[in-house]
């Protein structure tokens, strides 16, 4: 099936925000990303508590808002608009 070019490609690979309960960080986090993905095509997103891993705890604990792409961080404690767009902006043919 063809690809219609003017239809962004959602990006490859999963997105995870990792938060904590009653974090005003994350959630203003989490409404920064929502507007970025109205604007780009962004990896599926999930939202995990660091709280319920001990290994994500062990390394993220008071770090938080992280977002991980494919389990790597992409962002910590604030999120570069600038850095995500760059990531994940549609890479035109060359």
Known sequence: MAHDAA????????????TREGCA???EFASELAQLGTRLALPPLETQDV???PELLRRFGHKIPVLLWDGAPVA???LDRGEIERL???RQPV
């Open 7 to 18: 239809t962004p490609r959602p990006a490859v690979g999963r997105l995870t925000l990792l």
């Open 25 to 27: 960080l994350c959630e």
């Open 51 to 53: 709280d319920s891993d």
């Open 76 to 78: 910590v404690t604030h």
């Open 88 to 90: 994940f902006r549609t």
